[in-house]
């Protein structure tokens, strides 16, 4: 009996403090992904990403909370990394995929249990210009803070 107290107290904890639903979606989204879902060929390809809203993801209001829609991208973004073969690529090289950079828009409040869909953002059509201009903001960035460029060491 005193173990299973034990226990209750250990997964509130670990739900409660470590928000352990995320930690859990994570590996299932790409469980699921490998699993389930075809593979993807091309990485640029639009993608969606199916999610439910918990009830862990209401806040005082009872809607989704404004950074649970980040951490559901990020949950699909592990997902699209599993269908497209970059995840197993980076798990063999032992290296680790990082985010730089995100935009949300927030485009209507989601309810207990609404279904949703996570979409990749439509690409520009001149992709090179939306890398040089990215690459001049960055460069911009870094000579207004004081920072070196990383290329130039």
Known sequence: MLWLLVALGLA???FSLLD??????????VLRAQLLQPP????LAEQ????????????????????RYLRE???????????CGVLGALRALGAHAVLAASCAR???????L?????????????????????EASS???????????TKDQ
């Open 20 to 29: 352990g639903w995320y930690l859990v979606r994570v590996p299932l989204a």
């Open 40 to 43: 993807v060929r091309d990485l």
């Open 73 to 83: 991208a990020d949950v699909a973004r592990a997902a699209h990394l599993a269908r």
């Open 114 to 134: 609404e279904p949703f869909e996570v979409e990749s953002p439509e690409l520009p059509e001149d992709l090179q210009h939306w890398i040089n201009y990215n």
């Open 12 to 14: 509130a904890a670990y």
């Open 139 to 149: 460069q911009k960035l870094r000579a207004e803070s004081g920072l070196s460029s």
């Open 48 to 67: 969606s990403y199916a999610g439910r809203v918990l009830p862990s993801d209401l806040d005082l209001l009872l809607h989704m909370n404004n950074a």
């Open 106 to 112: 927030y485009r209507r409040s989601l309810r207990l």
